[in-house]
């Protein structure tokens, strides 16, 4: 926990102007955000959304054991790599949907034992909606969604539709107010808003410092599928959805250019990809060289970026 405020503390330390509203066009569950408008309001959201994350993906990773043994490794690497992000970005709209996606993450992965697994469907898709909600280009989030499905083996027709009105559910709710306040216009407006998020500039080091994390993703996804045989079935299904999440978030991330805004929700399919390559290295001292090396880069990352 107290690594998760020093790496928000510098917000305190900043010149700018913090204001969570300069973005002109948001959707609606961004809105109830607008009162955020100083450094200590900030401070405390950028605080609380990075321990839930950070506390969901321990327990994600504890309860279905996707390392050796019980770990907060996962934890520290997306402190880690969440650290580098600038005030601008230290809470914004990525945020609230990478923590719907963790819960979405658990909910479909608790299918593993149950014989009927539509509820878990439809509720993981009512998480996917409100997820929607959080961020103007929201149809990005949906093919995520469904290849979340694909990975657990749960893409069936019942668990499509059951996943189709999970989704319209938070859609229907806010069309309801909508009409009931006779703003249409407002709620059609939602579905066609313009993406404008905050980008860094393009140096050396902000180059420098997504090449490193790529080199990162690409080792720990070879290591991964090069230990598939030593993991059980439903393992193996968990990891694809954190390989495929992480390779859809950073190629398209790389693509627009805006692999920083992503970020939050990037990190939290690498924590757990990253966190199992290091866990794969047999010698422990290797294995504390790596960790060494990725926090001396998010370091002098968090001065130079």
Not at 98 to 115: G, H, R
């Amino acid at each position: 926990m107290s690594l998760v405020i020093l790496s928000e503390i510098k917000i305190f330390f900043s010149d700018k102007v913090i204001n969570i509203g300069i973005f002109d066009n948001v959707m609606p569950v961004w809105k109830l955000f607008s009162f955020l408008n100083n450094s200590f309001s900030i401070f405390l959201f950028s605080i609380l959304s990075s321990a839930i994350l950070v506390f969901s993906i321990s327990r994600i990773t504890n309860k279905f054991s996707l390392l050796s043994k019980q770990s907060v490794l996962p934890a520290f690497i997306f402190v880690l790599l969440t650290s580098v992000l600038g005030v601008d970005l230290s809470f914004s709209p990525i945020w609230l949907v990478a923590i719907l996606f963790v819960i979405i993450i658990e909910y479909l992965s608790s299918t593993q034992d149950k014989y009927d697994k539509v509820k878990e469907c439809f509720i993981a898709a009512f998480f996917l909606g409100l997820s929607s909600l959080c961020i103007n280009n929201w149809w990005l989030i949906i093919p995520l969604f469904i290849m979340f499905l694909l990975s657990l083996k749960l893409l069936s027709s019942f668990n499509l539709i059951a996943s189709f009105f999970g989704l319209l559910v938070p859609w229907i709710v806010l069309l309801n107010y909508h009409l009931f306040t006779l703003n249409i216009n407002d709620f059609n407006n939602f579905i066609f808003l313009k993406q404008e998020i905050i980008k860094l500039p393009n140096n050396y080091y902000t180059i420098g410092f997504i090449t490193i994390v790529c080199v990162y993703y690409l080792t720990s996804l070879l290591s991964v599928i090069s230990k598939y045989d030593t993991l059980k079935i439903f393992t193996r299904h968990q990891y694809s959805l954190f390989l495929a999440g992480a390779s859809y978030i950073i190629i398209y991330s790389l693509i627009t250019n805006s692999f920083f805004y992503y970020l939050p929700l990037t990190a939290v399919f690498l924590s757990i990809i990253v966190s199992r390559f290091i866990d794969n290295i047999r010698s422990e001292f290797v294995a504390n060289i790596v960790i060494i090396i990725l926090f001396v880069i998010t370091v002098v990352a968090n001065f130079i970026i």
